[in-house]
């Protein structure tokens, strides 16, 4: 199963040089976002996890008073060092379900070879 971006190709940024919008505008190496580098460092830093690869889902959201769009995150998965552990890969899913407010069905947590 693939998962691609919420948005259509129709609504693609063409400064921003893909489909996701200014908030998570890649910069950077590897085409990561800021909020994938961020959260990458909240949970390395976290006992047990190690080395983290983050890639995060989102949608944006448009509202019609105000014209402002708002990214919500729908999909998060990590490959992390820590993750055969249960404990660790558990404490993983909490904190992104407290980051995000986003169920655990939303969320993967897998080894990292």
């Known amino acids: 199963m693939a998962a691609l971006p919420a948005r259509s190709a129709d609504n ?3 400064a921003s ?14 085409g990561k976002t800021e909020l994938e580098r961020r959260l990458e ?3 390395s830093s976290m006992k047990g996890v190690g080395e983290v690869e983050v890639l995060l889902m989102t949608e944006e959201e448009s509202t019609a008073f ?4 708002k990214t919500e995150v729908t999909g998060v998965l990590i490959v992390a060092e820590g993750a055969d552990d249960p404990v660790t890969a558990a ?3 909490d904190a992104v379900m ?15 070879i």
């Open 98 to 112: 407290a980051l995000f407010q986003i169920e655990a069905h939303r969320i993967r947590v897998m080894k990292m």
């Open 91 to 93: 404490d993983i899913v």
């Open 66 to 69: 105000s014209g402002s769009e």
């Open 17 to 30: 040089g893909g489909l996701w919008g200014e908030e998570e505008e890649e910069t950077g190496e590897s």
């Open 41 to 43: 460092k909240i949970l």
């Open 12 to 14: 693609a940024d063409p």
